[in-house]
């Protein structure tokens, strides 16, 4: 039982989230919007650099400048980071730091007279970092796939095919675009390991469930590999740090802090995670057979599952779960609040309007089907956006609504197949699960009662909880999450017999449908 804080190190902010166990509360939250304080500065916009060719990066000695911005906000607000036992992080995914040989004894000799900033600012070897929005590596992806022998290869020994925005390909590309600067790299980092070492002063390694997200990590043994290594750039493993299990403390916080904000000379950091990792925790799933579906821009369909099954098809990412002992699968649909929108647009409804739809109509639609491709889809891959009506007269405001939902639904059952996982329970977080009569159709087609779940910041969340059961392992990971990740009461949904056999029926109508209109 104590105090522990989450700090977040997202694309267009840094938060932090101090939750306290014995209260089962959330005490204290902040967040530092870096083109509200750094945009004249570092000229970011959004977070992030633009840099053409689909290349985007940011700036790392901002995230540092941030992180005392943070600190120092928290303590103003009379928060007493004396109190916190420990911390843990959680990072945008995928994105690279590169550090000189000057890094590790600039990190163990800050003195608190000085910022971060003004500290930290000789240790790059690369100013900036590519992040995870960046799709310039297309190339290097082909090239990292075929040097392990192959797309399925490197599936089998990392759990994803190659993907643009992830480490490895970033990695290659800075080896030979600028491979003086490379050699003159000692270490790589992510997003993630590079704020833990800020805030341990030691170069820290990547956890697992951030190493999933490198196409260079074993995703059974959580190791680095070194064949997908050596098919990404030379000497690699020299500039890494072995892969720090998220569940062990790095050590205490550097005294930097302790002078500096306060901070407890026995408080205790862990490694950072990824922010999808760190919000499976935040979002409770911490037993396999757990779902969660975020309704917001896109739809994303997180899972908990035992083993680190694999999506030949590229319909989900996995990661090994912080929890350490389990694995995270990730499914996003572009068409989300996007398309629901359309359709409310293209009726001209409001939100009542579009609830009245759903009430009017009945599960199954008497067949009347929609592919909702109102922009390009990532699941199933469909590059140009189209809009299929089947048995469905455009006209009819009433039954396109339905048929964009229960076509949201039918899509999210089919494309979870791969996970392997018997879905039990949903929990839904986002705009669109305010919506009742959504929620009813999510629970027909999956057989499962939905849960509705309120969070702000999920993988803060997760990440001050992770904090919280590093400081206290005896305790189990339901003990530590069940207080924090309670569905809004009286919000759970159950099936309905009858709806549910409907759409027993209706899913291979639709599965076939899907397949004659897509690549997949
Ligand atoms: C996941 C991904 C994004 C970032 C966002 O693969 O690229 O969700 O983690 O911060």
Same mark, same amino acid.
């Given at each position: 039982m104590g105090k522990y804080l989450g700090i977040d190190a997202s694309t267009q902010s840094i938060s932090g989230l101090l939750i306290d166990t014995e209260a089962g509360a959330v005490i204290a939250e902040e967040s530092i919007n870096f083109d509200a304080h750094f945009h004249d500065s570092y000229g970011v916009e959004n977070g992030v650099f633009t840099m053409g060719g689909g290349t985007v990066h940011s700036a790392p000695l901002m995230w540092a400048e941030a992180l005392d911005l943070l600190l120092q906000t928290l303590s103003a607000q009379g928060c007493d980071l004396g109190q916190i036992q420990a911390i843990a992080g959680s990072g945008q995914q995928h994105g690279t730091v590169y550090l000189n040989d000057t890094a590790a004894s600039a990190l163990g000799n800050l003195s608190a007279d000085k910022s971060l900033k003004d500290q930290l600012a000789g240790i790059f070897s690369r100013e900036t970092a590519?992040?995870?929005?960046?799709?310039?590596?297309?190339? /290097?992806? !082909?090239?990292?796939?075929?040097?392990?022998?192959? $797309?399925?290869? &490197?599936?089998?020994?990392?759990? *994803?095919?190659? %993907?643009? $925005?992830?480490?490895?390909? /970033?990695?290659?590309? %800075? =080896?030979?675009?600028?491979? #003086?600067?490379?050699? *003159?790299?000692?270490?790589?980092?992510?997003?993630?390991?590079?704020? !833990?070492?800020?805030?341990?002063?030691?170069?820290?390694?990547?956890?697992?469930?951030?190493?999933?997200? #490198?196409?260079?990590?074993?995703?059974?043994? $959580?190791?680095?590999?070194?064949?997908? &290594?050596?098919? #990404?750039?030379?000497? &690699?493993?020299?500039?890494?740090?072995?892969?720090?299990?998220?569940?062990?403390?790095?050590?205490?916080?550097?005294?930097?802090?302790? !002078?500096?904000?306060? %901070?407890?000379?026995?408080?205790?950091?862990?490694?950072?995670?990824?922010?999808?990792?760190?919000?499976?925790?935040?979002?409770?799933?911490?037993?396999?057979? /757990?779902?969660?579906?975020?309704?917001?821009?896109?739809?994303?369909?997180? !899972?908990?599952?035992?083993?680190?099954?694999?999506?030949?098809?590229?319909?989900?990412?996995?990661?090994?779960?912080?929890?350490? /002992? =389990?694995?995270?699968?990730?499914?996003?649909?572009?068409?989300?609040?996007? @398309?629901?929108?359309?359709? $409310?647009?293209?009726?001209?409804?409001?939100?009542?309007?579009?609830?009245? @739809?759903?009430?009017?109509?009945?599960?199954g639609n008497d067949g009347g089907l929609m592919l909702p491709y109102f922009a390009p889809e990532i699941v199933p891959n469909v590059p140009e956006a189209h809009v299929v009506r089947h048995h469905l007269d455009a006209a009819d405001a009433q039954a396109n609504v339905r048929a964009i939902i229960e076509a949201q639904a039918l899509s999210s059952a089919i494309h979870a197949r791969w996970m392997g996982v018997d879905i039990t329970s949903i929990y839904v977080t986002g705009g669109a699960s305010a919506n009742a009569e959504i929620l009813r159709v999510y629970a027909n087609v999956h057989n499962c009662p939905i849960h509705r779940f309120e969070t702000t910041n999920s993988a803060a969340l997760g990440a001050a909880l992770r904090a919280a059961h590093g400081h206290n392992p005896a305790d189990s990971w339901q003990e530590t999450v069940g207080p924090f990740t309670q569905p809004v009461p009286a919000s759970t949904i159950e099936p309905d017999g009858e709806a549910v056999a409907a759409y027993r029926n209706l899913v291979g109508t639709y599965e076939t449908l899907e397949q004659t209109h897509t690549n997949n």
């Open positions: 590519p992040i995870w929005m960046d799709t310039s590596t297309a190339a /290097q992806c !082909a090239e990292i796939e075929a040097g392990v022998g192959g $797309r399925d290869a &490197l599936l089998e020994l990392t759990g *994803n095919t190659a %993907f643009e $925005r992830f480490s490895g390909p /970033q990695i290659r590309k %800075f =080896h030979q675009t600028e491979p #003086t600067n490379y050699t *003159n790299t000692s270490y790589i980092g992510l997003v993630s390991s590079y704020v !833990a070492s800020l805030l341990a002063g030691k170069l820290v390694g990547v956890d697992p469930g951030d190493g999933s997200g #490198t196409n260079m990590m074993d995703i059974a043994a $959580r190791t680095w590999n070194q064949q997908a &290594l050596d098919a #990404t750039a030379p000497g &690699l493993e020299d500039k890494l740090l072995p892969i720090a299990p998220s569940g062990q403390s790095v050590g205490a916080i550097s005294p930097y802090y302790v !002078a500096r904000y306060g %901070f407890s000379t026995e408080c205790l950091v862990l490694p950072f995670s990824g922010d999808n990792p760190c919000s499976l925790i935040g979002l409770g799933l911490v037993t396999p057979g /757990q779902v969660a579906l975020s309704l917001g821009t896109s739809d994303t369909l997180f !899972a908990c599952m035992d083993q680190p099954r694999t999506s030949k098809e590229g319909e989900g990412a996995v990661f090994a779960s912080p929890d350490g /002992q =389990h694995y995270m699968a990730l499914t996003c649909y572009l068409n989300g609040s996007l @398309a629901r929108e359309a359709v $409310r647009d293209e009726y001209g409804l409001d939100w009542d309007g579009f609830t009245a @739809a759903l009430q009017a109509t009945p599960p």
